[in-house]
């Protein structure tokens, strides 16, 4: 009895707290209506209360999964499926705006050259929502949307480059040389089967889309979220288990082909087709990128560290981590690579033992994953409430779509589950198969490049996010069942 009390009490305690931060984010929205554009009103309000917004929504959904035990970036994505879905429907001006994704950026670019808004918006979007973005860019808040829109996505941006490059400071190349046959066995299974599984299916059920988007698909289904297996591994008390070794080294692996495939694919797609002159040029460029950064990276770093050696440890250890993955970020794109190519590469380079003359004098040992992680939290889940908000759920009333969507599920598991024959005699190969099945961020960050770039659209961008939230939904089960059972 007391028991049940005491949990009636946890709720409304939980409730009371949601409701009250659920009022003072939905205040200002009253404030802002009474107001009527008010001259004394900072200009800069409405993109505190849109980003912010955001972040709440991201916030809620993670608590939600953390309670329902599944993966927080789950729930974030979930949430921005409601919001997203449930804001258009109830006819939301910034969620209008923001469903649009790269669309609505590329609409303002041509706007601002001097293209005519509405000519430019039916050009670009179908009629419906065509018409629902030029009531809202005309209306009385239309310049205010369009800040908080392009706020809202460049923090997303910077949300994906952080996530990446915190991936990169996990990652210790000193262990990428000793990772075993078996893990890069795993690695190519994992990389390769599915993304030529998903372009088998995409032939099959859509024979119509261009080969581009067929190959950037398969290459979506190439990924690995090793951050959600590492969890339940941990949470099982079987990250020192030989299976670990296998799935957390083939994980690894599976990031650099991941990521190899995504500056490849991207290098084609903007080159305008599927040529193998461009093909080996982009492959060249990586390898440039990669041995350069790895082999110059070093020696740029120490100059960084050596010109802020007067400042504080904390601050010097920031602004040197900053600096450097904006540098490596921004020299990617200027190879024709994706940024968070170089800020994966700059977790590779970056590492605390530069920062050693720290240890003689000051007394901080704040690590840079601990100063770079607030960003992370801060900004991540922006990217991925995002994501979701782009999925278009009456996109599903298509039975083609929902054909493609299970196709791709299909592909996504069976491909997956195949790597395991890569494991060796007497490792668990179902746990291996079944550790490298979720997605999780890695597809989701592939896939909104794979919309930026034009080569998805709306429907097959939710078809890929749908079967991003399947892997990932019903992989750690599954992973728990295949470690309990040999």
């Known amino acids: 009895m007391n028991l049940n009390c005491d949990r009636d009490l946890h709720l409304t305690h939980w409730f009371r707290a949601f409701g009250s931060v659920l009022f003072l984010c939905l205040l200002p929205f009253a404030v802002a209506a009474s107001d009527n554009g008010s001259s004394h009103s900072d200009p800069i309000a409405p993109v505190i209360l849109g980003a912010t917004g955001i972040l709440f929504f991201a916030i809620v959904g993670r608590m939600a999964a953390r309670w329902l035990k599944q993966p927080p970036v789950l729930g974030e994505l979930l949430m921005g499926i409601f919001l997203g879905n449930l804001g258009y429907y109830f006819g939301s001006e910034l969620i209008i705006l923001l469903r649009q994704g790269p669309e609505l950026l590329e609409t303002i670019q041509l706007i601002l050259q001097g293209h005519s808004m509405p000519e430019v918006v039916r050009s670009t979007l179908d009629p419906v929502a065509a018409q629902k973005v030029i009531d809202a860019l005309e209306g009385p808040h239309g310049g205010e949307l369009i800040q908080v829109a392009q706020t809202v996505d460049v923090f997303s941006r910077y949300g994906v480059i952080f996530l990446l490059f915190m991936v990169g400071l996990d990652t210790s190349l000193d262990k990428l040389r000793q990772v075993g046959a078996e893990s890069i066995r795993v690695a190519f299974l994992g990389s390769f089967v599915p993304m030529l599984l998903g372009m088998g299916a995409l032939l099959l059920l859509a024979p119509d889309l261009p080969v581009n988007t067929d190959i950037f698909v398969g290459a979506t289904l190439a990924a690995t979220s090793v951050g959600i297996t590492a969890r339940v591994l941990k949470d099982m008390k079987k990250n020192e288990s030989h299976e670990a070794y296998v799935i957390l080294g083939a994980a690894v692996m599976d990031d650099i082909l991941g990521l190899l495939l995504l500056a490849i694919v991207s290098g084609v797609i903007v080159s305008g087709g599927v040529d193998w002159g461009e093909i080996s040029l982009v492959v060249v460029f990586v390898a440039i990128f990669l041995g350069g950064a790895i082999w110059l990276g070093p020696y740029l770093v120490r100059i960084m560290v050596k010109a802020l050696s007067r400042l504080d440890l904390v601050e010097a250890k920031m602004f040197t981590s900053y600096l450097f993955v904006m540098i490596l970020a921004w020299f990617a794109n200027l190879a024709g690579l994706a940024t968070i190519i170089g800020a994966f590469t700059a977790g590779l380079i970056l590492h605390d033992a530069y920062f050693s003359y720290g240890s003689k004098k000051g007394s901080y040992r ?121």
């Open 366 to 486: 704040y690590t840079i994953k601990d100063l770079i992680m607030p960003l992370e939290v801060i900004l991540v889940p922006i990217f991925f409430v995002l994501m979701g908000i782009q999925v278009k759920l009456e996109t599903f009333y298509d039975s083609q779509v929902l054909l493609i969507a299970g196709g791709l599920i299909f592909v996504a598991v069976l491909g997956k589950l195949l790597s395991g024959l890569g494991a060796a005699k007497g490792t668990n190969g179902w746990a291996v198969g079944i550790g490298m099945m979720p997605r999780g961020e890695v597809g989701l960050i592939f896939a909104a490049i794979g919309k930026s770039l034009g080569v998805m659209s709306d429907a097959l961008f939710s078809a890929v996010v749908l079967m991003v939230i399947v892997t990932t939904v019903i992989a750690p089960p599954l992973f728990k069942l295949a470690l309990q059972r040999r």
